[in-house]
């Protein structure tokens, strides 16, 4: 998970599994309420979820600020054709703009 909240900070939008958007998204939308609070033990505890203080800063300074009048629902699943090799149900996990 820290992975995918990693590169889903980075990108802003990510291709991966149903199960695994679906684990990821209430993990995002409470650290970006966390860094919409933006207090030290809240970047603190964002940076240790993540794993890298550049994608905690990004989430702190750019992401965060853009949702500070909206009360949740930051992220978004759009659900795509399932993989061929695998046959395994596929979404684009992104952040509402």
């Known amino acids: 998970m820290k992975s995918l909240a990693y590169s889903l900070i980075r990108d802003e939008a ?3 599994t149903e199960a695994k958007a679906k684990e990821l998204r209430p993990m995002i939308e409470k650290l970006i309420t966390k860094a919409k609070r ?3 033990a809240d970047r603190r505890l964002i940076a240790s979820r993540v794993g890298h203080d550049t994608s905690a800063a990004k989430l702190i300074q750019l992401i965060a600020p853009q949702y500070s009048e909206r009360n949740g629902g930051y ?3 759009i659900k795509l054709p399932i993989r061929k090799n695998s046959a395994a149900k596929m979404a684009l ?3 509402v703009k």
């Open 14 to 16: 990510i291709t991966t």
């Open 38 to 40: 933006g207090t030290l």
């Open 75 to 77: 992220t978004r699943i």
């Open 93 to 95: 996990i992104e952040f």
